[in-house]
Nanobody, 122 residues
Framework: QVQLVESGGGLVQAGGSLRLSCAAS????????MGWFRQAPGKEREFVGR????????YYADSVKGRFTISRDDAKNTVYLQMNSLKPEDTAVYYC???????????????WGQGTQVTVSS
């Protein structure tokens, strides 16, 4: 079955960096968009960004544009979220997702990872 397994979360000071990984398995993802979402306490889950596995085109939410970068490693079937210049408001559980469909400002996940906590201290 499809599995998306995130890793790399943790505690970091404001201004610091973290890289999250999402190891994907269980099917071929060449036709999929791979994305990252996050959910802060008491808030709805929000779209962070996506990458099209084939071609590598990316799209980011305005809140992270210029600070976060999504990339993929075909050989490892892994997607990364490089987060720089982190702010306390970036604190959330970050989820990896995979979906066939993408809209202009998001995507429609068919599969989700279990999430990894990112905490940014001020």
């Amino acid at each position: 079955q499809v599995q998306l397994v995130e890793s790399g979360g943790g505690l970091v000071q404001a201004g610091g960096s973290l890289r999250l990984s999402c190891a994907a398995s269980g099917r071929a993802f060449s036709r999929y968009y791979m994305g990252w979402f996050r959910q802060a306490p008491g808030k709805e889950r929000e779209f962070v960004g996506r990458i099209r596995w084939s071609g590598g085109s990316t799209y980011y939410a305005d809140s992270v544009k210029g600070r976060f970068t999504i990339s993929r490693d075909d050989a490892k079937n892994t997607v990364y979220l490089q987060m720089n210049s982190l702010k306390p408001e970036d604190t959330a559980v970050y989820y990896c997702a995979a979906g066939i469909l993408a809209q202009g400002t998001g995507m429609s996940p068919d599969y989700w990872g279990q999430g990894t906590q990112v905490t940014v201290s001020s």
